[in-house]
């Protein structure tokens, strides 16, 4: 764990900006010109090399072969995530298939509870209250307008499940491996259950009539969105207890919805934009409250 406030600081920022920058990942998937499950495979293919460069660049040393098993269970973890999350983009909103999916910290934080005896004090009681509140008032105010569906919130929620169970495997081996190697092996076994899941659901790897943007959507899903936005957690992961930092992943609905008003015309109302409000004083009161 942390040693300074310094370095607190920093940990803490780099999961909310992970979470802010993996809240394009919808739109990048609404853009797309390939079948959900395709999409997360080229999102995972072309995020190695980067992040095999950047292990290389940083000397990071190679994982015990308890730990590689490890992250490769974290990794078909998060691509079950990844499947039942593209699933409920194509029959809710943007912004409620992210809330939905983002349901992870009041899992992870049980767990954490009784896992690795992390503390849950009144502080983060009242801060994931205000900010459970806020979700709700999100979701509600895309319910009256008619958008979503109840299976497609479903499957959002489905989908926080196995990302909790991702955080929650990564989180036990950062402390021995670093975040580079952590994030190229669960990437890589991501990568292989996507294909599988590609195969499965009968979609096509690559369509005739591809374009380059289409392409760059892609390499866009893998360079920055994964890259950056889950490597940036992945390190915070292991600086942070994880009752702190999956509740600073609450940052991403607020983002997806915001990107989903600018692009698709998902607009917010008054409910919703005072929900988006109330999950993030209840991400400062719970990050005030680890202090």
């Given at each position: 764990?942390?040693?300074?406030?310094?370095?607190?600081?920093?940990?803490?920022?780099?999961?909310?900006?992970?979470?802010?920058?993996?809240?394009?990942?919808?739109?990048?998937?609404?853009?797309?010109?390939?079948?959900?499950?395709?999409?997360?495979?080229?999102?995972?293919?072309?995020?190695?090399?980067?992040?095999?460069?950047?292990?290389?660049?940083?000397?990071?040393?190679?994982?015990?072969?308890?730990?590689?098993?490890?992250?490769?269970?974290?990794?078909?973890?998060?691509?079950?995530?990844?499947?039942?999350?593209?699933?409920?983009?194509?029959?809710?909103?943007v912004a409620n298939a992210t809330l939905f999916?983002?349901?992870?910290p009041i899992l992870a934080a049980a767990a954490?509870?009784?896992?690795?005896?992390?503390?849950?004090?009144?502080?983060?009681?009242?801060?994931?209250?205000?900010?459970?509140?806020?979700?709700?008032?999100?979701?509600?105010?895309?319910?009256?307008?008619?958008?979503?569906?109840?299976?497609?919130?479903?499957?959002?929620?489905?989908?926080?499940?196995?990302?909790?169970?991702?955080?929650?495997?990564?989180?036990?081996?950062?402390?021995?491996?670093?975040?580079?190697?952590?994030?190229?092996?669960?990437?890589?076994?991501?990568?292989?259950?996507?294909?599988?899941?590609?195969?499965?659901?009968?979609?096509?790897?690559?369509?005739?009539?591809?374009?380059?943007?289409?392409?760059?959507?892609?390499?866009?899903?893998?360079?920055?969105?994964?890259?950056?936005?889950?490597?940036?957690?992945?390190?915070?992961?292991?600086?942070?207890?994880?009752?702190?930092?999956?509740?600073?992943?609450?940052?991403?609905?607020?983002?997806?919805?915001?990107?989903?008003?600018?692009?698709?015309?998902e607009g917010l109302s008054a409910a919703g934009?005072?929900?988006?409000?109330?999950?993030?004083?209840?991400?400062?009161?719970?990050?005030?409250?680890?202090?």
């Open positions: 764990m942390l040693q300074t406030p310094a370095q607190r600081t920093r940990a803490i920022l780099a999961v909310a900006l992970g979470a802010a920058i993996i809240g394009l990942a919808p739109v990048g998937m609404r853009f797309s010109e390939l079948g959900p499950q395709a999409t997360a495979f080229w999102r995972f293919a072309f995020a190695i090399p980067m992040l095999a460069l950047i292990a290389l660049v940083l000397k990071a040393p190679a994982s015990s072969t308890r730990d590689t098993r490890l992250l490769v269970v974290a990794g078909a973890c998060f691509a079950l995530d990844m499947a039942l999350w593209h699933a409920a983009l194509g029959l809710t909103t999916s983002n349901m992870t954490g509870w009784l896992l690795f005896k992390e503390r849950i004090g009144k502080g983060w009681l009242l801060g994931a209250g205000i900010a459970v509140v806020g979700a709700a008032l999100m979701s509600l105010s895309r319910a009256q307008e008619g958008q979503g569906t109840f299976t497609g919130d479903a499957l959002g929620m489905a989908s926080a499940v196995w990302y909790a169970a991702y955080l929650l495997v990564l989180r036990g081996v950062r402390d021995r491996v670093g975040a580079a190697v952590a994030m190229l092996t669960t990437t890589a076994a991501a990568m292989v259950c996507a294909a599988i899941a590609t195969v499965v659901m009968g979609e096509p790897f690559v369509i005739t009539h591809m374009t380059l943007q289409g392409w760059l959507v892609l390499i866009f899903l893998g360079v920055f969105v994964h890259t950056f936005g889950q490597g940036l957690i992945a390190y915070g992961l292991g600086q942070l207890p994880i009752t702190l930092s999956t509740v600073l992943l609450w940052v991403q609905p607020v983002s997806a919805a915001v990107w989903g008003w600018l692009l698709f015309s934009i005072l929900g988006a409000v109330l999950i993030l004083a209840g991400v400062f009161v719970v990050q005030r409250e680890r202090r």
